[in-house]
Every structure is written in C-alpha cells, then in structure tokens.
C-alpha cells in the first residue's frame, strides 16, 4: 500500500536523522528503569500497587521493541511521522503508568518531558508543538485522574494540593523551557553542520578549478611545439599545391588542417586563462591575487578600484602569496558581497608590512546592520542592509560570507567587520566609503611564499 504524501496527521513523511536503534535503546533503557523503580517500591518502600496493571503497560513498550526489531532494521532512519508516533506512543505509556502509580504525587512524573525534549532535538517545530501540547494535556489529566500511592498496610502517600500544584506547574514550565532550548540548540547545531559542508563543498570545488586550470597549462605547454609543427607543415602544403594543377581540393585540406591546429591553440589558450596553475604561479605578487578573486565580478555594473601600498617607508617590496583555493574563494565571496550591496564602487585595498599582510573590501552602500555588526560571519543570517527588502531575489542568508570567514581563517587568517559611516547621518553627510568594510590581516609567516625558489622543471602529468 502506497503510503499518503504527507504521512500520519498530515505531517511530511521525509526522512529525520532518528535513527530506529536510537529510539529503541531508549526505550529499553525506560523499561529498565521502570522495572527497577516498580520494583523498589514493592520490595523496599513496601507500596501496594496493582502489579497486574502496571506488568501490562511496562510489558507494551518491550513487545512494540520486538516488533519493530523484527519488521525493520535497526539502522533504518525513521520518517517524520513514523518518530512522532513512537513519541506519542512512549507518552501515552508512561502517562498510564503514572496513573497507576500516585499520578504527579510519583515523583517520577517530571519524566513526562523526555518525549516533548526528543522531538525537540530530532523533529520539526510542527511536531515538537503536536507533542508538547499533548504532554501538557496528558500531564493534567494525569493529575486529575490517578490511583493513589498506598501503603502495604493500608495508609495513603499523598503531597498537599499546593506541592502537587506545583509539580503540575514545573513540569509545564519545565516542558515549554526545555522544548524551546533544546530546539535553539539543535538548530544551532544544524545550521552549523549545513553550513561547514557548504564550506567543505566550495573549498573542493575551487580546489577542483585549480587542479583543473594546472592540467590545462601543462597540457598547452606540451602540445606547443606539435601545433606548431602541425600549422608549419600545413603552411608549407599551402605553397606547394598553390600551382599544382588539379590539387585544390588537397590544399583546402590542407588549409583545414591549418585552421583547425589554430582552433586548437586558442582552446587551450582561452582554457588556460581561466586558472593557472604552473609552478611559477602556485605563488603570486598580492596585487595578482586580487585582482584574480576579483576577476568574476569586474562587468557587473560596479567600479572596482585596487589601492596597495606597504604600510610604512620600511616595509619591504610587495610579497608574494600563496595562491591557496582557500585564499581565493574566501576573497570572492568578499568582493561578492560587496558587489551585491554597493551603490557604485567596491575598494579593494592591499597592505603589507614586514610582519603582516592586509587586505580590506570595502563598499559604498549600505552598511551592515548595526544589531548584526558582532553576528557577521554566522551562517543564516538575513540580508544586510535594505537591500534585502528591495532584492527578493537575494537569498542573503550570511552563508557566503560564513564560507569566506571560515576558508580564510584556516589560511591563518584573522577578519574583522565594521561600516564606514554612520547610519544615521544624511546621505550628503556620509564619506565616499561609507559602505561595510571587511579586514583580513594576515601574520607575514602565513601567507607569504619563500622567495628565491627557482621554477624548477614542468613535472608530466601522471594518469
């Protein structure tokens, strides 16, 4: 039987990251603890309880665990609907066993928030809402209709009505508190984990680009000489069947011949030039690398000005940098953002002294948001500025400049966020780079090449 879109209560039936084992162990270790607090209670605190009742409702979850044992695996990921049942299910079970046993005079009865703190941390806020608002009903009723804790020989453990409303109140309380943080927290994690295999994704794509850009430079190199040969040859063909009679047709092979070695040659002339990767350019002077990370964003409209200079008469000549796919991804998404959100221009500024490196992107828009100055860099953050509002096309999640943070923080890098001017000042008033300004300084040691390192020899390429 085909299973309905959208599963048990109209909820979504997409897959969770629950897995089954998970739920089940659980549930054992529940059952355990139930058994062993049953069993004190009859042993050692000598309570009367209906063991024939009890023996039923602890006995449910033990065969509904073999059951699901039996029909699925124990790694199977359980859908939405499928974990929200299983929830409702332990629930429902551990209500009825706190009805026999004293209702909330059982002190056991802040367990009730367990399942409501699993769909939390697992579910999604529709069904973690569906099972808090059935915890606080099963707790009142609970409440309400129960079998009082009795004595073997006949006398009634009750808390006074004020301490049993109270216990009523704090497992409320304690329901809506525990709901919300554990799922503040799980989403934190989420997005984090969302967000780092963004990173991961984009590092390995530049990566991929670059490896790429090096195959395809080894490979003009190498096949030079031959296209040469080939066109010279051809060339020469031209001549000689310029005056022989009946050969036209031979000397427009020849001449294909030509023009296809030329097609060939500017392939991977135009191949090249996208990423080079020669052993000369594993390392690059700053202004180079600029102005490649910058290079996808030069015909979008928006005036992009280079500044470098040394921060003091003594700073030494420009350095050469490691041209690391970390390096120049994570000054993409820089100069990215800053393109997105400028009014007219974006200033990429280059510093370096002899122990540091800096590179600023700054915009002449609207700035970051004040609230969010100390959040930059979070993954999912909202769009900056007003240009949200006036862009609905823009995701402007915070997601780019997260990776960015985040690729050159592992070259050793350290950013800082601020804006240029105040917001509240009129437009008139504000300098020319009021925008957002990023900083990324670098110690020298960690970004600066060795110099003095010859070329060496151009290795083949291995398949």
Same mark, same amino acid.
């Given at each position: 039987?085909?299973?309905?879109?959208?599963?048990?209560?109209?909820?979504?039936?997409?897959?969770?990251?629950?897995?089954?084992?998970?739920?089940?162990?659980?549930?054992?270790?529940?059952?355990?603890?139930?058994?062993?607090?049953?069993?004190?209670?009859?042993?050692?605190?000598?309570?009367?309880?209906?063991?024939?009742?009890?023996?039923?409702?602890?006995?449910?979850?033990?065969?509904?665990?073999?059951?699901?044992?039996?029909?699925? %695996?124990?790694?199977?990921?359980?859908?939405?609907?499928?974990?929200?049942?299983?929830?409702?299910?332990?629930?429902?079970?551990?209500?009825?066993?706190?009805?026999?046993?004293?209702?909330?005079?059982?002190?056991?009865?802040?367990?009730?928030?367990?399942?409501?703190?699993?769909?939390?941390?697992?579910?999604?806020?529709?069904?973690?809402?569906?099972?808090?608002?059935?915890?606080?009903?099963?707790?009142?009723?609970?409440?309400?209709?129960?079998?009082?804790?009795?004595?073997?020989?006949?006398?009634?453990?009750?808390?006074?009505?004020?301490?049993?409303?109270?216990?009523?109140?704090?497992?409320?309380?304690?329901?809506?508190?525990?709901?919300?943080?554990?799922?503040?927290?799980?989403?934190?994690?989420?997005?984090?984990?969302?967000?780092?295999?963004?990173?991961?994704?984009?590092?390995?794509?530049?990566?991929?680009?670059?490896?790429?850009?090096?195959?395809?430079?080894?490979?003009?190199?190498?096949?030079?000489?031959?296209?040469?040969?080939?066109?010279?040859?051809?060339?020469?063909?031209?001549?000689?069947?310029?005056?022989?009679?009946?050969?036209?047709?031979?000397?427009?092979?020849?001449?294909?011949?030509?023009?296809?070695?030329?097609?060939?040659?500017?392939?991977?002339?135009?191949?090249?030039?996208?990423?080079?990767?020669?052993?000369?350019?594993?390392?690059?002077?700053?202004?180079?690398?600029?102005?490649?990370?910058?290079?996808?964003?030069?015909?979008?409209?928006?005036?992009?000005?280079?500044?470098?200079?040394?921060?003091?008469?003594?700073?030494?000549?420009?350095?050469?940098?490691?041209?690391?796919?970390?390096?120049?991804?994570?000054?993409?998404?820089?100069?990215?953002?800053?393109?997105?959100?400028?009014?007219?221009?974006?200033?990429?500024?280059?510093?370096?002294?002899?122990?540091?490196?800096?590179?600023?992107?700054?915009?002449?828009? %609207?700035?970051? %948001?004040?609230?969010?100055?100390?959040?930059?860099?979070?993954?999912?953050?909202?769009?900056?500025?007003?240009?949200?509002?006036?862009?609905?096309?823009?995701?402007?999640?915070?997601?780019?400049?997260?990776?960015?943070?985040?690729?050159?923080?592992?070259?050793?890098?350290?950013?800082?966020?601020?804006?240029?001017?105040?917001?509240?000042?009129?437009?008139?008033?504000?300098?020319?780079?009021?925008?957002?300004?990023?900083?990324?300084?670098?110690?020298?040691?960690?970004?600066?090449?060795?110099?003095?390192?010859?070329?060496?020899?151009?290795?083949?390429?291995?398949?």
């Amino acid at each position: 039987m085909q299973l309905p879109a959208t599963g048990f209560l109209g909820l979504p039936q997409s897959s969770t990251w629950i897995r089954l084992r998970t739920l089940i162990l659980l549930r054992w270790i529940a059952v355990a603890g139930q058994l062993g607090a049953i069993l004190a209670a009859v042993i050692w605190l000598d309570l009367a309880l209906p063991l024939g009742a009890v023996a039923v409702v602890v006995g449910l979850p033990v065969i509904a665990n073999l059951v699901f044992l039996t029909i699925l %695996p124990a790694s199977h990921r359980l859908r939405t609907y499928e974990a929200l049942a299983m929830l409702i299910f332990d629930l429902a079970q551990l209500a009825s066993l706190l009805a026999l046993t004293g209702g909330l005079h059982n002190p056991f009865a802040l367990l009730m928030i367990v399942p409501v703190t699993i769909a939390a941390t697992g579910l999604s806020d529709r069904s973690t809402a569906l099972v808090g608002g059935l915890t606080l009903l099963a707790v009142s009723a609970v409440a309400v209709f129960h079998l009082p804790l009795q004595l073997a020989s006949g006398g009634i453990l009750a808390a006074p009505p004020l301490l049993e409303f109270g216990s009523w109140l704090a497992i409320v309380i304690g329901v809506g508190f525990l709901a919300i943080y554990a799922r503040r927290v799980s989403g934190e994690i989420r997005s984090m984990a969302e967000a780092l295999m963004a990173t991961q994704m984009a590092l390995a794509r530049e990566q991929k680009l670059t490896d790429l850009g090096g195959v395809v430079a080894a490979a003009a190199h190498e096949l030079g000489t031959p296209l040469a040969t080939i066109k010279l040859v051809s060339a020469e063909l031209i001549d000689d069947l310029a005056d022989l009679p009946g050969a036209d047709h031979l000397r427009e092979d020849a001449a294909l011949i030509r023009d296809q070695a030329d097609r060939c040659r500017d392939i991977l002339r135009s191949m090249g030039r996208a990423g080079k990767d020669d052993l000369h350019l594993r390392q690059a002077p700053l202004d180079t690398v600029l102005r490649e990370a910058a290079e996808p964003h030069q015909n979008r409209g928006k005036a992009l000005v280079f500044d470098l200079h040394p921060e003091g008469e003594s700073a030494a000549r420009q350095p050469s940098i490691h041209r690391a796919p970390e390096v120049i991804h994570g000054l993409r998404n820089l100069i990215q953002n800053a393109v997105d959100f400028s009014a007219s221009t974006v200033w990429i500024d280059g510093q370096w002294s002899d122990s540091r490196v800096i590179v600023r992107v700054i915009d002449d828009g %609207p700035g970051y %948001p004040p609230q969010l100055l100390h959040r930059i860099g979070d993954p999912f953050l909202r769009a900056r500025g007003d240009e949200g509002r006036d862009r609905p096309d823009y995701e402007g999640m915070g997601l780019g400049l997260f990776i960015a943070k985040t690729l050159l923080e592992r070259s050793g890098a350290t950013l800082s966020f601020a804006n240029g001017g105040d917001p509240f000042l009129r437009t008139d008033e504000r300098p020319v780079r009021s925008g957002a300004i990023v900083e990324v300084a670098w110690p020298l040691g960690s970004i600066a090449a060795a110099r003095d390192t010859g070329l060496g020899e151009n290795r083949p390429i291995e398949g």
